[in-house]
Structures are given as C-alpha cells and as structure tokens.
C-alpha cells in the first residue's frame, strides 16, 4: 500500500506492505540508519523517534500508522551544523559509549528538556527508564541532559 | 579523589579528553553491521528448535522453496555435502552449524531461509515442516552425571554421560591438612546463574562471496575480527589471504561476540550458493536464546580460619553447566578460565580448586560477559565466602579483610594456584573506599534503623583480577598464541596512522590508543588516526576480550611508537649534524642536550625523513614502526567496593541507595573513559545480582529469551555511582597500565549480594535477589534461581 509521511521535514511516498514496521521502514526503506533495532518486545527503546512530536517506540508502529505524520529522527538534531544542546552534552559528560542506544537516549532526554528545561536528577531517569543502555550504567546520561539544560541552544529547539 | 568532572582538556597524551568517535554516534552516523547495505543483497533467517532435545526424523522445505522471494533453503543435509554441518568449537570439542541427527538445546539451529528480504526469509520459515520426537530433556547440571541420565551428545563416539572435562589448580594435600588444623571452617553452595551479555546491538553478518575474485569479505559483529579470519581458513578450507573480515561500529560486545555463531558460517554458505551477499541479524530472542551465555557455575566454597579471623585456606568443587557443546573461548589450557584466582586478595597458606564440566539441554558457550575468563565467579566465591566467614566469627567484614590483604611489600605475590600478582596495595583502596563511603556512621546508621526495624544492609567486595591474557607460551585459543600487533606510521607532513589488533565495542579505542601515541611522540591526538577492525588493514591480534585491550595492545603500540621515537632521534642528530648520543627528548621533539632552540619537533623529523638528507648507514627513510607483544604476564587490577542497600520488609524489593567504587587500574590514559567503563560493569553487577537470569523450565524452555523476562538494570535501578581510585602501576607494562573494562562487573555482584544479605540477616540466598526471592529468603526458603521447579 501507498504510504505518504514527512521525515524530517520532507514528505516521502512509499510502497509498503501493511505490516512493514516503522522501524524498519526507516532504516531499510529510507537509509536513515540512526534508528536502531534492539528488541522484539519495545523493552529496550533503541528505536525512539518522533512522531507528531511525541517520542515513539518506532518497533510498535506499523508504517501505516505514520501515514500523514510527522516523523523526526536523530538524524534531524543537528540544525545548520549546529549540534543540539543534547548531542553536545552527550560528548562532553561521555553520556555515551557504544553508541547504539545514543540517538534514542538523545531523542528522549531532548524531549524532556523541551518540556521541562529544568528537570532534577530523578526526573531524567525517570525519563530514560523505558529505555536500555548497557555501557553507561545511566549516570553520565543522566550528567548528558543536566549539561544540556544548562547550555540551552540560543535558537529554541522545535520538536 | 571521587570522579570530579573537570572540563576536558585537549592533552597530547594521557588525561581526559572527548572521544573522537562520538562526532558520528551523536548524529545518528554510527556504521553497524545492519546499517550497511552491499548492491544485490539478500536476507537470511533461521529456523530454530522449539524442542530442547529431540531427534530430527525429517525435514520438509518444499514449501518453503516454493515461496516466490526465497532463493534458497539450507539444512543440515545441505551442510553434510560441503563437511559444514559440524565444526570445531574453541574448546577441543564440534559444535552443529545446523542440527542433523537431533537438536539439543531450545533454540539451536536448524535450517536457514536466503530471500529477498528480511520479512520474506521469515516467512518461509514457517513453511518449513521439521519431524521432532521428542527425548528426555536434562536442564539440571547437578543431575548431569547421574546414572542414566539422559545422554546428550552421542554424536560423541562411545560417549555415555554428559562429562565434559575434569580439572584442577592448587595442592590438594597441602590444603585438606591446612583445613584438618583450622579452628574455624565455613562452608557454602553457591550459583553463579546463567546470565546473558544482551548487548543492545544483537549478533549479525554480512557474507560477500566474490565468485570471480575469490574474495570472501565479511562485516560481522566481531571483538575478534583476526580470529575469525584464521579460524575460517582452518575450518572452512578458505584460503586466508583471500578473506577480508570487517567489524564496523559495535553496539556493545561484553563478550557475546567473540566466537563464531552458526548464523556466521550460514551467511557465508548463503552467499556461495546464492553468488550474491547475505546479511543475517539477530533478532533478540534469537541473542538471548542461542549465543553465548555466561557463568552457569554451582560452587560449593569451603574457608578455613582461625579463631581470631585470620584466613589460612580456600577450596572449592565446583560443577560447570557448559551447555549442549563446549564451546566455550578461553585459552587452551584453562578449561575452567582463570577460576582459580578464586584465591582473591588474600595472604594464604593453601589454596585447592576442582570443577568438573558436563553438557546439559542449554545454549552452549560459558565464557562471555565481561567476566575476564570466569574471573567474575572466582571473585564472587570467595567474596560471599569471606562474607560467611565473618558472620561466623563475628567480625567487621571491612576488618576482616584488613586483616588477610595481601601485604603491599608482598608484590609481587605468588598466590596458591601459581598466578604472579604483579602489584597491589589493597589496604590503601580498602580505607579511601571506608572513607568515601563512611563506613562507620553507615554501620550506625544501620544499627539504628535495625532498632527501628528497617532493613539496610552495607556490603563490601575487594576484588583482584587477572587480565591481559596472555603471554603466548601458556595461552592460545585454537592454537593461535595470545600476542597483537601494531604498526605506527608517520607521515611526511607528521599525521600519524597507528592500526591495531584489537576491536572496540564502546571502549574508545580511536580515542585511547591515539592518546597513547600521543604520550609517547608528542604528537596532537586529533593528528593521529586509529585504524582497526578490518583484517586487511591491520597487524594480527586476537581481539578484545578479557580486558585485554590496553595490556596487550596498548603496550604493543607504546612500542611502536618508541621504534619511531628512536629513529626520529637517528634522523633528528643527521639534522643537527650531531651524534645521537647528544640529544635529549623532550615531549614532540629532540633537541642538542642542554639547548632546547637546537630542537627537530617531530613534525619536522617526519618531513626530513621522507626527504632527499642523506640518511645515516643503516637507517631507512620513512618514519614508522611495528611491535608484536607477547606480554611476559597478566596485569591484576583491584578494586574496593562498598555498596548500601534499603529492603522493603513487606515485598523483599531491594533498592541501591548508594555505591562507592574505588578501582586501581594503574595509571589512567584517560580518566574520563576509564570512569564510564566502571559505570557500565557496575550497573551489570547490580542487574546480575538483582534482576537478570537465564532460567530453565524442566522441558528445557529458556525462561529468559526476550527483555520481557531477561530483565536488564534501568536508570531507576542505577544509584548514582561514587568513584575513587589508587595508581599502583603494573611494574611490567610498559605504560604501567592495567585492564579495567571488566573490573567492575568482576567485583560488583559480590558486594549487592553481600549488602541484602546484610540487610536481612541471611547467610547466603542465591543470585538474582528479586523482591520474590528475597522474601523467600527471608521466610528461610530460598529458591532455586536457575530452574523453574521448586
């Protein structure tokens, strides 16, 4: 079936099998690769992206579900080689070492901070919670956000 | 002492600095073995059994065949006609590419679909129609080598049971005569469960057959691309020359991907009969399921003492669940890994240790996750039995570790099972872990609210490691000696490119090794690239695992890149027109001794190097060198841990309130990675001794085979970690480093057990601690933690 969507400001029209999930549509049908797939059971969270908005677990969204939304993607932080207040804090707290959970973790710590620009500790683990990372042991994330609300972009950051 | 975050320099050399490697994770730009996309691909996909033993009588693919995007099914058979059906584990034992004669563990493969796409190959799985009859199912180890146990691996000739291997380290005699004399002997059983490395990133590969090159190239989730190369050439007949393996970014190994998976060898098959690549990724019941587990250790410890706390002896018989085939990795010698430095951190007079292996109906595997060959359930043995042997006597548990520590002027200290301690001193990281944590108004803090009747418990865990295996006369996987490579070159304009062995997952190896380099030539980290996971662009090497990453290679480059640093000089007194006797180093450049305006930076050396100057008699032009390192031992980082813990009386749920880590893993290349390497073991020491477990039912149906059940530690569970270190430097190495990337998921578990057996005033309840488990316990009825039966 046809499906029409925005992807990170871009409308895109796909030929898609109705169980296609959106995960993989993103990935294998776009390229857009910084989504990841971890799970099989929307436990660990890799696969979070916006959708109108929202933070969604891309694994439990069937690609016609999305049609005439808007998807964003970790792919669209960086504005006007900019990087995001998060991606920034990423790096500088090493909120980050694999990698593989990184763009989710970012998607969903950006998301807080856009509406809590100052959330106390407790408030961002309880914001990651639904998600898994193995290498951090979740302190230098949690450090990640704190930089990124206290080094908020000049330009507000859209959603 | 604790992680201040100081704003990042830009040291040229070892402090802390940002990673190189986080420009592209941060954008989403990371390269994984999924991401990658090769022209004309196709999908490949296993069908696994639903049985955890069980004869084959027959396998229907036809209508599998039949599906319009399937290009091909593979069996058993198939495999049979290429001798793939069976390969050599890296244990001296075979292991089933795909099942042939019957399935042995629920999971294990057995046929693979080649089509057109990932949603394609598995559909057609469930076309495919395999005749199981069903068999007597063994999932518990203790019952393994009972009479008439049902025998799992008579593919065997003439095997009978389930006995894999018998071993052991120490002197018997001398410890049974040290125990017959003690005042004080505590004895406990304990099991290390079976837990599974998860890491978020799944196992997967890409196999690209070039039929007209003969060119096999691979993109595999590899910490070991070297020794997956050589082990196809043996195995597989493949001439080696002619493979090509390449790990790209890995979302996280810890272990899970360091052997060769059916599913790796099935995409190389899949790519010679289809002529086209086949990309083959795991999904996450499938990691859970069927690669390599971890631990799966039933030890019964025994301590001797006398009556005042002084520890005279250790033993212990303990039973290994390797699986269906033993397959574990670990150097040749050491069946059981480097179990006994169960021996830990303490001044003994005997030390004696069996373990027997033996097959059950579970995944195969047994070394993985971040257990630096099993030296995770040593140093949770003899941690929880230190811990038995304090209550017994009723003494501090701080103080009677104290009391036994081996002795700083003791190093380097040969313990009882013949491992060299290179260098220690664990009262100095006892007392700063006491301090950080505040040991004694946390114990009154305790007995207060014991008055009160709230549960809290402290739990301590000291740990020794040995790491950096190893020098290659006593170690080898399959033959293959223990040593890496690396190559430093410099080039005319003075970038450097330094290409290693090894293979990160996260560990920051681009970041790492050039900080290295940096030390040693004084060159700006940002100019020296780090080329790795690729078996055609770097020296050999046996991968990262086992902490071994910064002991091997990273002695291997600091080598290198004094080779260079001395014929730098060579071309640097050809400049000055002086002997080279007369120069003195100083950090990125030489100079005449005593006039530092005489100095050749090392840029300037690297351009006169390749330049038209007549170099000296025996000194070749360019600027570049190489080392093989065979390390002459392992390094022995340590650790004081301390962690509180909060018990809700009514529903047995245990909280970590706080955890003080103080790690001595020599001096650090870069603090700020050496940090977040702790933080991540020590949040897996928190999920395996609180959440995580692979059990089994008595069918053999794996209880943990998806993040529904298999459940990993959240920021919820996590404290705030609180770390402090000592430098006691490796006296070996040439940086004086020691390994760290398993420290702490080696020392944790042991001290979140031994804080809620604080908390609840139980001697010993077995990991994982759930809030179930623990009210179990605390009813004086634990579980059994590894089976679903009571």
């Given at each position: 079936m046809q499906v029409t969507m925005t992807v990170n400001g871009e409308k895109v029209t796909r030929d898609v099998e109705p169980r296609l999930l959106l995960v993989h549509f993103v990935r294998d049908v776009l390229g857009l690769t910084g989504t990841h797939w971890g799970c099989d059971t929307s436990n660990c969270g890799t696969c979070v992206l916006w959708m109108d908005g929202e933070p969604v677990k891309s694994c439990t969204v069937l690609t016609p579900m999305a049609g005439g939304r808007e998807i964003r993607t970790v792919e669209d932080l960086e504005r006007d080689g900019e990087l995001d207040p998060i991606q920034q804090g990423f790096i500088n707290e090493h909120g980050l070492q694999c990698g593989f959970c990184t763009p989710a973790m970012m998607i969903t710590c950006r998301d807080l901070l856009d509406h809590n620009p100052d959330p106390s500790n407790d408030e961002i683990r309880e914001a990651i919670s639904g998600q898994i990372c193995r290498c951090t042991g979740y302190e230098n994330i949690v450090r990640a956000t704190r930089w990124a609300a206290d080094h908020p972009a000049t330009e507000e950051v859209t959603a | 002492m604790t992680a201040v975050e100081e704003a990042p320099a830009d040291p040229v050399g070892f402090g802390r600095m940002h990673r190189k490697e986080d420009a592209r994770f941060v954008r989403g730009q990371g390269n994984y073995v999924d991401d990658i996309v090769l022209p004309g691909m196709l999908h490949g996909a296993i069908l696994r059994s639903s049985y955890a033993h069980a004869r084959i009588n027959g396998i229907d693919t036809s209508a599998a065949e039949?599906?319009?995007?399937?290009?091909?099914?593979?069996?058993?058979?198939?495999?049979?006609?290429?001798?793939?059906?069976?390969?050599?584990?890296?244990?001296?034992?075979?292991?089933?590419?795909?099942?042939?004669?019957?399935?042995?563990?629920?999971?294990?493969?057995?046929?693979?679909?080649?089509?057109?796409?990932?949603?394609?190959?598995?559909?057609?799985?469930?076309?495919?129609?395999?005749?199981?009859?069903?068999?007597?199912?063994?999932?518990?180890?203790?019952?393994?080598?009972?009479?008439?146990?049902?025998?799992?691996?008579?593919?065997?000739?003439?095997?009978?049971?389930?006995?894999?291997?018998?071993w052991e380290s120490g002197n018997k005699e001398e410890t049974d005569a040290v125990f017959a004399k003690a005042d004080v002997v505590v004895t406990q059983d304990m099991l290390y469960p079976r837990v599974h490395p998860a890491p978020m990133e799944t196992c997967g590969q890409i196999a690209d057959m070039n039929k007209v090159t003969g060119k096999l190239t691979i993109y595999c989730t590899s910490q070991a691309p070297?020794?997956?190369?050589?082990?196809?050439?043996?195995?597989?007949?493949?001439?080696?020359?002619?493979?090509?393996?390449?790990?790209?970014?890995?979302?996280?190994?810890?272990?899970?991907?360091?052997?060769?998976?059916?599913?790796?060898?099935?995409?190389?098959?899949?790519?010679?009969?289809?002529?086209?690549?086949?990309?083959?990724?795991?999904?996450?019941?499938?990691?859970?399921?069927?690669?390599?587990?971890?631990?799966?250790?039933?030890?019964?410890?025994?301590?001797?003492?006398?009556?005042?706390?002084?520890?005279?002896?250790?033993?212990?018989?303990?039973?290994?669940?390797?699986?269906?085939?033993?397959?574990?990795?670990?150097?040749?010698?050491?069946?059981?890994?480097?179990?006994?430095?169960?021996?830990?951190?303490?001044?003994?007079e005997a030390a004696h240790c069996e373990v027997t292996g033996v097959y059950t109906n579970k995944a195969p595997g047994g070394v993985a996750y971040a257990c630096s060959?099993?030296?995770?359930?040593?140093?949770?043995?003899?941690?929880?039995l230190v811990d038995c042997l304090a209550g017994e006597l009723k003494i501090d548990p701080a103080e009677l570790r104290l009391k036994?520590?081996?002795?700083?002027?003791?190093?380097?200290?040969?313990?009882?099972?013949?491992?060299?301690?290179?260098?220690?001193?664990?009262?100095?990281?006892?007392?700063?872990?006491?301090?950080?944590?505040?040991?004694?108004?946390?114990?009154?803090?305790?007995?207060?609210?014991?008055?009160?009747?709230?549960?809290?418990?402290?739990?301590?865990?000291?740990?020794?490691?040995?790491?950096?295996?190893?020098?290659?006369?006593?170690?080898?996987?399959?033959?293959?000696?223990?040593?890496?490579?690396?190559?430093?070159?410099v080039h005319p304009t003075g970038k450097a490119v330094v290409r290693i062995s090894v293979?990160?997952?996260?560990?920051?190896?681009?970041?790492?090794?050039?900080?290295?380099?940096?030390?040693?030539?004084?060159?700006?980290?940002?100019?020296?690239?780090?080329?790795?996971?690729?078996?055609?662009?770097?020296?050999?090497?046996?991968?990262?695992?086992?902490?071994?990453?910064?002991?091997?290679?990273?002695?291997?480059?600091?080598?290198?890149?004094?080779?260079?640093?001395?014929?730098?000089?060579?071309?640097?007194?050809?400049?000055?027109?002086?002997?080279?006797?007369?120069?003195?180093?100083?950090?990125?450049?030489?100079?005449?001794?005593?006039?530092?305006?005489t100095a050749k930076t090392i840029?300037?050396?690297?351009?006169?190097?390749?330049?038209?100057?007549?170099?000296?008699?025996?000194?070749?032009?360019?600027?570049?060198?190489?080392?093989?390192?065979?390390?002459?031992?392992?390094?022995?980082?340590?650790?004081?841990?301390?962690?509180?813990?909060?018990?809700?009386?009514?529903?047995?749920?245990?909280?970590?309130?706080?955890?003080?880590?103080?790690?001595?893993?020599g001096p650090r290349i870069n603090p700020m990675i050496v940090e977040g390497q702790v933080h991540g073991g020590l949040a897996d020491g928190v999920g395996m001794a609180l959440m995580q477990v692979i059990a089994f039912d008595e069918d053999g149906n794996c209880l943990g085979g998806s993040f529904m059940d298999y459940l990993l530690p959240t920021s919820i569970e996590c404290p705030s970690w609180e770390l402090g270190e000592t430098v006691t430097p490796s006296p070996h190495h040439p940086l004086g480093v020691k390994g760290v990337g398993e420290s702490a998921t080696v020392g944790s578990p042991a001290a979140v057990v031994n804080a809620v057996l604080d908390a609840i005033g139980v001697r010993h309840a077995d990991m994982p601690l759930t809030p179930a488990h623990v009210w179990r316990a605390m009813q004086g009825n634990p579980l059994r933690t590894d089976l679903a039966i009571e």
């Amino acid at each position: 079936m046809q499906v029409t969507m925005t992807v990170n400001g871009e409308k895109v029209t796909r030929d898609v099998e109705p169980r296609l999930l959106l995960v993989h549509f993103v990935r294998d049908v776009l390229g857009l690769t910084g989504t990841h797939w971890g799970c099989d059971t929307s436990n660990c969270g890799t696969c979070v992206l916006w959708m109108d908005g929202e933070p969604v677990k891309s694994c439990t969204v069937l690609t016609p579900m999305a049609g005439g939304r808007e998807i964003r993607t970790v792919e669209d932080l960086e504005r006007d080689g900019e990087l995001d207040p998060i991606q920034q804090g990423f790096i500088n707290e090493h909120g980050l070492q694999c990698g593989f959970c990184t763009p989710a973790m970012m998607i969903t710590c950006r998301d807080l901070l856009d509406h809590n620009p100052d959330p106390s500790n407790d408030e961002i683990r309880e914001a990651i919670s639904g998600q898994i990372c193995r290498c951090t042991g979740y302190e230098n994330i949690v450090r990640a956000t704190r930089w990124a609300a206290d080094h908020p972009a000049t330009e507000e950051v859209t959603a | 002492m604790t992680a201040v975050e100081e704003a990042p320099a830009d040291p040229v050399g070892f402090g802390r600095m940002h990673r190189k490697e986080d420009a592209r994770f941060v954008r989403g730009q990371g390269n994984y073995v999924d991401d990658i996309v090769l022209p004309g691909m196709l999908h490949g996909a296993i069908l696994r059994s639903s049985y955890a033993h069980a004869r084959i009588n027959g396998i229907d693919t036809s209508a599998a065949e039949a599906h319009p995007k399937v290009k091909a099914v593979i069996t058993g058979k198939t495999l049979e006609g290429l001798g793939l059906a069976w390969a050599p584990s890296l244990s001296h034992d075979v292991i089933a590419i795909l099942a042939t004669d019957k399935v042995r563990f629920q999971g294990q493969e057995v046929a693979f679909v080649v089509a057109e796409d990932r949603y394609s190959a598995r559909d057609a799985l469930e076309l495919i129609e395999v005749d199981y009859e069903p068999l007597p199912v063994l999932v518990d180890a203790r019952k393994a080598l009972d009479a008439g146990a049902t025998v799992i691996r008579d593919d065997i000739e003439g095997k009978s049971d389930n006995h894999i291997f018998d071993w052991e380290s120490g002197n018997k005699e001398e410890t049974d005569a040290v125990f017959a004399k003690a005042d004080v002997v505590v004895t406990q059983d304990m099991l290390y469960p079976r837990v599974h490395p998860a890491p978020m990133e799944t196992c997967g590969q890409i196999a690209d057959m070039n039929k007209v090159t003969g060119k096999l190239t691979i993109y595999c989730t590899s910490q070991a691309p070297h020794a997956h190369r050589t082990i196809y050439a043996l195995v597989a007949g493949l001439p080696e020359h002619q493979i090509r393996v390449i790990s790209p970014d890995i979302g996280g190994g810890f272990g899970n991907k360091v052997g060769i998976y059916p599913g790796y060898v099935l995409t190389v098959v899949g790519s010679i009969v289809t002529g086209k690549p086949v990309k083959w990724t795991e999904d996450r019941s499938e990691n859970l399921m069927s690669t390599s587990f971890a631990r799966d250790y039933h030890m019964h410890g025994e301590i001797a003492a006398t009556s005042d706390g002084r520890i005279l002896a250790l033993r212990t018989k303990t039973l290994a669940d390797h699986g269906a085939f033993n397959n574990t990795a670990q150097p040749t010698k050491y069946p059981a890994g480097f179990f006994h430095i169960f021996t830990g951190s303490y001044d003994l007079e005997a030390a004696h240790c069996e373990v027997t292996g033996v097959y059950t109906n579970k995944a195969p595997g047994g070394v993985a996750y971040a257990c630096s060959f099993r030296v995770t359930e040593a140093a949770y043995l003899v941690e929880r039995l230190v811990d038995c042997l304090a209550g017994e006597l009723k003494i501090d548990p701080a103080e009677l570790r104290l009391k036994n520590f081996i002795k700083p002027e003791q190093f380097p200290y040969t313990c009882k099972t013949g491992w060299e301690y290179d260098s220690g001193d664990y009262p100095r990281a006892m007392r700063l872990a006491m301090d950080m944590a505040g040991y004694e108004d946390l114990r009154k803090e305790q007995a207060e609210k014991r008055e009160r009747g709230e549960l809290m418990g402290i739990g301590i865990s000291f740990f020794t490691e040995t790491v950096g295996a190893g020098p290659r006369k006593h170690m080898d996987i399959l033959g293959l000696g223990m040593a890496d490579g690396a190559e430093l070159r410099v080039h005319p304009t003075g970038k450097a490119v330094v290409r290693i062995s090894v293979q990160t997952q996260g560990q920051g190896h681009e970041t790492t090794f050039a900080q290295i380099v940096a030390e040693e030539l004084g060159l700006p980290v940002a100019d020296i690239d780090v080329v790795h996971g690729d078996t055609d662009n770097t020296p050999f090497g046996l991968g990262t695992y086992g902490s071994r990453s910064t002991p091997v290679s990273g002695a291997a480059v600091a080598i290198a890149t004094r080779r260079v640093r001395d014929k730098a000089k060579l071309i640097a007194a050809t400049m000055l027109e002086v002997s080279p006797d007369d120069l003195e180093w100083e950090k990125g450049k030489w100079f005449v001794k005593g006039d530092p305006s005489t100095a050749k930076t090392i840029q300037e050396i690297a351009l006169a190097a390749h330049g038209p100057m007549e170099l000296p008699e025996g000194v070749e032009g360019h600027l570049d060198g190489s080392c093989v390192y065979d390390p002459p031992n392992l390094t022995y980082p340590f650790g004081a841990y301390i962690c509180v813990v909060d018990v809700d009386s009514q529903t047995g749920h245990v909280q970590v309130r706080r955890f003080i880590a103080v790690d001595d893993c020599g001096p650090r290349i870069n603090p700020m990675i050496v940090e977040g390497q702790v933080h991540g073991g020590l949040a897996d020491g928190v999920g395996m001794a609180l959440m995580q477990v692979i059990a089994f039912d008595e069918d053999g149906n794996c209880l943990g085979g998806s993040f529904m059940d298999y459940l990993l530690p959240t920021s919820i569970e996590c404290p705030s970690w609180e770390l402090g270190e000592t430098v006691t430097p490796s006296p070996h190495h040439p940086l004086g480093v020691k390994g760290v990337g398993e420290s702490a998921t080696v020392g944790s578990p042991a001290a979140v057990v031994n804080a809620v057996l604080d908390a609840i005033g139980v001697r010993h309840a077995d990991m994982p601690l759930t809030p179930a488990h623990v009210w179990r316990a605390m009813q004086g009825n634990p579980l059994r933690t590894d089976l679903a039966i009571e």
